[in-house]
C-alpha cells in the first residue's frame, strides 16, 4: 500500500477529538479541585485551629493520598478518560504518575523495581519544574534585585 493511501486510512479511521470541549470539562473539573482543595484547607483550618498555611500542607496530603488511592483502586484512569488534563496537571496527577510507575514495577522488588522506577514518568516534571524554578530565579535576583 502507498504511503499516502495508507496515511489517508488512517486518518479516516482515527477518532477525532472535540478540543473545544475537552478545554472546557478540563477547566470545569481543574476549577472544581481548586475548590475542592480551597475547602480542604478551610476545613483543615477550622478543626485544627492552625493557620491557612499550616492546612494547606494537609490538603496537599490528603489530594496525594487520594490520587495514590483511587490509582490503586484503578479508578483514576477512568476519570482522567473524562476529565482530561483537570485531573492530571493538579497534584493529583503527580501523585498518579508515581503509583502506577510504583505498581507496575513492584514485582521486581523495593530496591530494582519500586526504588529505580518509582520516578520513571515524574522525573521529568521534577527536573523542569526544579530548573525553571532556578531559571525564574535568577530572572527574578537579576532584574529586580534581591
Known amino acids: 500500500m502507498e504511503k499516502k493511501k495508507y496515511e489517508q486510512l488512517v486518518n479516516k479511521h482515527t477518532p477525532k477529538e472535540n478540543i473545544i470541549l475537552n478545554a472546557i470539562i478540563a477547566f470545569i473539573i481543574g476549577g472544581l479541585m481548586g475548590i475542592i482543595g480551597q475547602g480542604l484547607i478551610d476545613i483543615y483550618s ?4 492552625i493557620s491557612t498555611k499550616d492546612a494547606s500542607v494537609f490538603m496537599i496530603v490528603t489530594l ?8 490503586c483502586l484503578g ?18 496527577g503527580f501523585a498518579h504518575a508515581m503509583m502506577s510507575a510504583t505498581l507496575e514495577y513492584k514485582k521486581e522488588g523495593m530496591i530494582t523495581g519500586i526504588g529505580a522506577n518509582m520516578f520513571k514518568l515524574a522525573g521529568s516534571v521534577i527536573i523542569f519544574g526544579v530548573v525553571s524554578a532556578y531559571v525564574f530565579g535568577l ?6 534585585g534581591g
Open 75 to 92: 479508578i483514576f484512569d477512568k476519570m482522567v478518560q473524562f476529565a482530561k488534563c483537570g485531573l492530571i496537571i493538579p497534584i493529583t
Open 64 to 71: 496525594i493520598f487520594v490520587g495514590c488511592f483511587l490509582t
Open 139 to 144: 530572572i527574578r535576583l537579576l532584574v529586580f
Open 46 to 49: 477550622s478543626i485544627f485551629s
